[in-house]
């Protein structure tokens, strides 16, 4: 997903779409003591969701006990501002952490305790992000072989994070100024990935 945690706070909040959820991403929320800029506000049948996403691009780093245990204060700040409000009848649900790696066992150990969803690449078992990826066929354009970087980066810029955007969204091809040729080797290749 590139350097940065960006399309990554998009890629959650697509697949969160194709499963039934409504998302906004980077939303400012007030808590009680400070505000909050929350990476993806999900909801769903009338329960509002605060997702936290951390993206590690080092191979092999993994999210410690310290990303719950900031955003679970965060959660509880927010959570106790939203109780506040007036006319506000949504529950406001669990916090959530997702990262593109995997929990240590003391982060894992805290989310429970504490009461949080932790979704990693292999967490919740057989229900992970990777999981979910290949069960949805909601893969990210990154793992195309055939767009270059530069059109990767493009297309990114542009919200479409998933090959099954750019094969809603084909006239971004023609944006970019693709050839036919390739453009159906493109095509076809999303396509093997939104079947998958």
Not at 6 to 16: G, K, M, Q, S
Not at 108 to 134: F, Q, T, V
Request: charged share 25%.
């Amino acid at each position: 997903m590139g350097p940065t945690g960006f399309p990554f706070e998009r890629f959650v909040a697509a697949i969160l779409e194709y499963s039934g959820y409504q998302t906004r991403v980077d939303e400012i929320m007030n808590g009680i003591c400070v505000t909050h800029e929350i990476d993806v506000i999900a909801e769903k049948n009338g329960t509002v969701t605060i997702i936290e996403c951390k993206f590690h691009s080092e191979e092999g780093r993994n999210c410690n006990v310290k990303i719950p245990l900031y955003i679970h204060s965060r959660y509880n700040d927010v959570k106790a501002h939203w109780a506040t409000k007036k006319g506000e009848n949504r529950p406001l649900d669990k916090g959530w952490v997702v990262t593109n790696t995997r929990f240590t066992g003391d982060a894992i150990a805290y989310g429970k305790c504490a009461g949080m969803y932790l979704l990693s690449w292999d967490l919740p078992l057989n229900d992970g992000l990777k999981d979910r990826i290949d069960r949805l066929g909601l893969y990210p354009i990154t793992v195309s072989t055939l767009l270059s970087n530069r059109e990767k980066q493009f297309l990114l810029s542009r919200n479409v994070v998933l090959c099954r955007q750019l094969w809603k969204d084909k006239f971004f091809l023609d944006h970019m100024g693709i050839k036919n040729t390739r453009k159906e080797k493109i095509l076809n290749e999303i396509k093997q990935l939104c079947n998958h």
